[in-house]
């Protein structure tokens, strides 16, 4: 039941019809996948502009007018409840009003702020910003304050917006004439609010007892005809919203009428009450009499409550109205969750709020008459309400797809999970993730060739292996997001035919599934959810773990259907302790596990295979003993290629071998096994300087004899004509007695071009899956959180790669952090391309001046400024060291 809506206050309505140019139909994505056109995005959507200038000035009259009521209303509280003109005790509270302004206000201006593509979303939020004026109105009257705005009245055009909503919603209408009709009706819907509004305001200034009769006469008039006018423009609208929502067309028919019926159940009796009650003063003394007023007002206040909670679910779940870009999925989600759980606190606050407006009175009189059944009823409601909001809670769960998984028991089941093939294996991990994470997956598998990853179930196209965008997924060992739209994204530099592959596989997700010796064995590809809710941090952690164990059992199964030679067996390599024992062995000897190994356990009778100590983008490194020399070597796997490549490599490591240094580690020799290339290089016992700086930073000092040390190496091996384009603390090792050794000198550009598709390679001795190198037929090389600008320009190599190289490995070793960190590779490139590298004192406080002045010129952007060579960079050091004694 309203109060005593006359003169200047009006009721909620509804929005109304425009004009406005419209685009072509848009599809939604259904849960497995595919597109279909739907109905509810498929109206046509206006440009940018959206709202006509007229539209945008009264919605912002509206804004304020609602927002100076309220803040009158929290500045100063009324009265418990408004004034009734026979009880005051009857009608609603004051903070009911307050609740509605404030709730419309918010709802609307999230469609209409928010929203920038369909225009039916910021119509629908103009009629809802209006609804809520009469309410505010009657807040600002009761204030005394600022009394003047009640002759402002934006409500006049409600009728106007709410036929504008209705001409585009669900669709525009197909005929002609219809549209004809419905922009006549809109426009003189606009006028006459115009009228009202005109009309309405001119009261501020026409006299009451003299001055021009004919505008004392039309303004007066408001008093008795504004909600007629105003109201009398809306109530056309409901049947024919009916309508238009009994004759839509789709599969989302069933959410369109559900909207409507939530707006007509709103606004239908509010709109016939207030009708009834200005054309009939009868009705209006029986309606505020102390009997039925409680009852109407109940019904009424009710009904309008249905709007809100409607309007948000249908727009934000059902998509009535496209708001993409007013709330994501997981936002919906985080809302529909809490006005669960904020519903189910409801009785009880009703319960508080009663308890305090009736403190004063004894404890008698809340006991007697209807009270106590009343009161017991709220109880009773709010307890099943409480117990029933678990179920609730995972009834709201299952609609998301968001139930709630165990880590380990997704892994278990993944480990155990069934399969005599390959195609068997990726039917079950792709069933097992869909439980998990409602998304469709799709495995791609290295074939017999290994030159092109194809579909297991051969429904999508294959890609070829040497694809920059495999390069890109090899690079980096966490899930990849995809989103090849956003021109943002360096996806979009990508060729049409692997966006064109991206798009055909729907993909979201893209994990690598990386072999032993750390070559691309395939890939999983995973839709977006179902529920439009993002993949979390935990999903991408499990995900990376679902993505090695998958990696494991397709190698197992791969090496199990194509069984070695009877010579030169592979070896089994323990999963707990990684050593590598003869094929016959069963049980290794601290107890683990073992699996078939990629190497053999004693390859040609002179290495013999003892442990493995460190994978990387290039390989898997082996620790072995030569049994002719009687001395340990590493045993460095690269990826697979053809012989006459292995010759080439054999020609080039003689070629590498002839640079010696004292600090250069030594290149033995190559070898092959089963068409797998191994380099046999020095072994290192001191570890890596990455494993030393993970125990703690370097002092200045010793870094700079460091520094020194590899700056003699490069300069040697430029003279030399050698780039090393891959200089990082994993590839810089120590030998027992503490000498600084560089590892895989030249090797990074030598494999750059043994595969003309371009390959992955990466690190030394103990290097992790986190120090890949990043190479793709695009130009880039090297490992990103060292490469320099140019290198991340893919400029030609060249000295002043592994200049700027060392010099974040001497930054890193003193500070203990490296300068150039983003999110993901990708990220880090674009700091180093466009960002000059942090004073080493915003990371350690306690640098010397000197030290932050050689890091600002060896690290600059600018490659002028930076020392031209390895002699000048060491020169720069020695003169380092000596200032700081």
Known sequence: MTPDLRSNEDPDSDPSVSSGSFDTVTTAPEADGSEHTHPMSVARRASPGQLPIWVQAVIAVAVVHIGVSLILYFSAPLPVAPQSPRDPAVLPPWWLYAALASTFLALGLGLVVANRRDARAAWLGGVLILAGVPFAALLLEASSRATWLLNVRPDAFTAALFWSFLARFPTEFESPAARTAVRVVAAAAAIAGLWCAIATLALLW?????????????????????????????????????????????????????????????????????????????????????????WIGTV????????????????????????????????????????????????????????????????????????????????????????????????????????????????????????????????????????????????????????????????????????RLLDLVLADPRPMDIDVDDPQSLLSRLPDEEQHWLRSSSASLLISLRSSRGSLEGVLSLTTKRSGLPFSSDDRRLLAAIGSVASMAFESLRLRSAPPTPIEQPARECLQCRRLTAFETERCECGGDLVVANVPHVLRGTFKFKRRIGAGGMGVVYRAVDLTLNRDVAMKALPRVTPELITRLKREARAMAAVTHPNLAVIHGVETWQGMPFLVEEYLGGGTLAQRLAAARFEVRE???????????????????????????????????????????????????????????????????????????????GTPPYMSPEAANAEPAAPSFDLWALAVVLYESMAGARPFRGQDAWETLERIRTSPA??????????????????????????????????????ALRRLRDRIG
């Open 838 to 875: 942090p004073d080493i004192r915003d990371i350690w406080s306690d640098a010397p001046a000197p030290v932050a002045a050689f890091f600002e010129t060896a690290l600059a952007l600018d490659p002028a400024r930076r020392p031209p060579d390895a002699g000048a960079f060491g020169a």
């Open 206 to 294: 026409v006299p009451q007892e003299d001055g021009w009769p004919w505008l004392m006469a039309f303004a007066l008039a408001q008093r008795t005809l504004y909600w007629p006018t105003v109201l009398g423009f809306v109530a056309p609208t409901f049947p024919v919203l009916l309508w238009r929502a009994a004759t839509a067309k789709g599969t989302a028919r069933h959410q369109i009428t559900l909207f409507v019926i939530g707006l007509l159940i709103g606004f239908v009796p509010f709109t016939v009450e207030v009708l009834i009650e200005e054309m009939v003063p009868a009705y209006r003394a029986w309606a505020y009499g102390p009997t039925m007023a409680p």
């Open 703 to 781: 870094a700079i004899d460091l520094g020194l040390t590899l700056a003699s190496v490069l300069q040697h091996m430029h003279t030399s004509g050698v780039i090393h384009c891959d200089i990082k603390p994993s590839n810089i090792g120590f030998t027992q007695h503490g000498t600084v050794k560089l590892l895989d000198f030249g090797l990074a550009r030598v494999t750059r071009d043994l595969n003309p598709a371009s390959v992955a390679t990466a690190s030394g001795h103990g290097g992790t899956p986190a120090d890949v190198v990043l190479e793709t037929g695009g130009g880039w090389f």
């Open 300 to 467: 009424i206040f009710a009904a309008l409550a249905v709007v809100p909670f409607v309007t948000a679910y249908s727009v934000l779940f059902d998509r009535v109205v496209d708001v993409r870009v007013v709330l994501r999925a997981a936002a919906q989600y985080v809302l529909a969750r809490y006005t669960i759980v904020g519903a189910t606190l409801v009785p009880f606050a009703a319960l508080a709020l009663f308890l305090v407006e009736h403190r004063a009175e004894p404890i008698v009189s809340l006991v007697t008459g209807t009270r106590p059944l009343t009161l017991g009823s709220v109880i009773t409601i709010g307890l099943v309400s409480f117990r029933l909001r678990s179920r609730w809670l995972d009834v709201l769960d299952h609609r998301y797809f968001r139930e709630s998984y165990e880590a380990h028991d997704v892994l278990g089941r993944i480990v155990a999970l069934p399969g005599t093939s390959a195609e068997e294996l990726a039917d079950s991990i792709s069933q097992e993730l869909a439980r998990t994470f409602h998304s469709e997956t799709h495995v791609f598998l290295a074939d017999e060739t290994r030159t092109a990853l194809r579909h297991t179930g051969e429904r999508l196209p294959p890609i070829a292996v040497g694809s």
